[in-house]
């Protein structure tokens, strides 16, 4: 089940499909949108690691995939080249990547 914030970020017009992955967990990634880039978006992520950089950007056609992170927790979005949403999509990698609250401070 994708958690809220990955579903709020597919909500933004011009954002195809959001990956949000906890590496060290053993958890499955979640994922939200279009089911046709996943393959694309986990090549990219290990395209990531194996350039040793803290983010990437994949072009494909009218596409474009960012995947950012760290050891830890990986973030991949799909969105519309030159689509206005293109402006908030590397703060939105960036408020995903921020640590989880637990259940009871985000109560609060």
Do not use: C, T
Not at 13 to 19: E, P, R, S, T, Y
Not at 53 to 63: A, F, I, N, P, Q
Request: aromatic share 4%.
């Amino acid at each position: 089940m994708a958690n809220s914030k990955i579903e709020r970020v597919l909500r933004h017009d011009g954002i195809v499909a959001v990956l949000d992955w906890y590496l060290e967990s053993g958890d499955q990634p979640e994922w939200v949108g279009d089911e046709r880039w996943n393959p694309i978006v986990v090549e990219a992520v290990k395209l990531r690691q194996i350039a040793a950089e803290s983010s990437v950007r994949v072009l494909v056609g009218d596409h474009a995939v960012l995947v950012s992170g760290d050891e830890k927790h990986v973030v991949g979005v799909v969105f519309i080249k030159g689509h206005p949403v293109v402006k908030s999509v590397v703060r939105m990698v960036r408020q995903l990547l921020r640590p989880r609250q637990s259940q009871a401070s985000a109560s609060v």
